[in-house]
């Protein structure tokens, strides 16, 4: 967390930081709820923190951060931030792959997975001012813990 909130970079700074500190404890908070082994937890944890590094360089290479390109550039990114950590390659390469499909709602493979969709979507429906039937929809379509679904409820006045 430290260092992702020390990296961070660009117009959007403050509100980057945020974003993530918000997923984060959202995903932290769904993960302990869904009783995630530590392991798993973990890789939540850290991909929820990194999961949009890609959102400055995406700026300044394509003029927005589309989600589409977050997910092209920020496995690369992930791997470098995380070489000073003592993390097992298998965990690297999980939290790289996450950070590489958060914005793919099909195939998800794994609560960790399914986790950190539902986590930044409770932060993005806010930041983005969705409409209650957009949220709706996600949830319908999209979430699956019972804990992010009583959080989206409980939030958004389902």
């Known amino acids: 967390m430290e260092k992702m909130i020390i990296k961070s970079y660009g117009s959007k700074k403050k509100t980057d930081i945020a974003h993530f500190v918000k997923v984060h404890s959202y995903a932290r908070t769904i993960g302990k709820l869904e009783n995630l082994d530590q392991q798993t937890l973990d890789i939540l ?17 394509y003029g927005n951060s589309y989600g589409q390109y977050q997910e092209q550039e920020g496995p690369s990114l992930v791997k470098e931030f995380l070489k000073e950590f003592d993390l097992e390659n298998h965990i ?21 997975y399914q986790i950190l969709l539902e986590a930044d979507f409770l932060v993005n429906a806010d930041e983005m001012n969705l409409s209650q039937d957009s949220i709706l929809k996600m949830k319908n379509n999209v ?15 389902l």
């Open 143 to 157: 979430f699956k813990t019972n804990s992010g679904k009583k959080l989206l409820d409980a939030i958004y006045d």
């Open 92 to 112: 690297v390469e999980r939290v790289a792959y996450l950070v590489g499909h958060h914005h793919t709602y099909i195939d998800v493979d794994g609560l960790d």
């Open 45 to 61: 944890e850290i991909s929820a923190i990194v999961h949009d590094i890609a959102c400055p360089l995406c700026r300044e290479k």
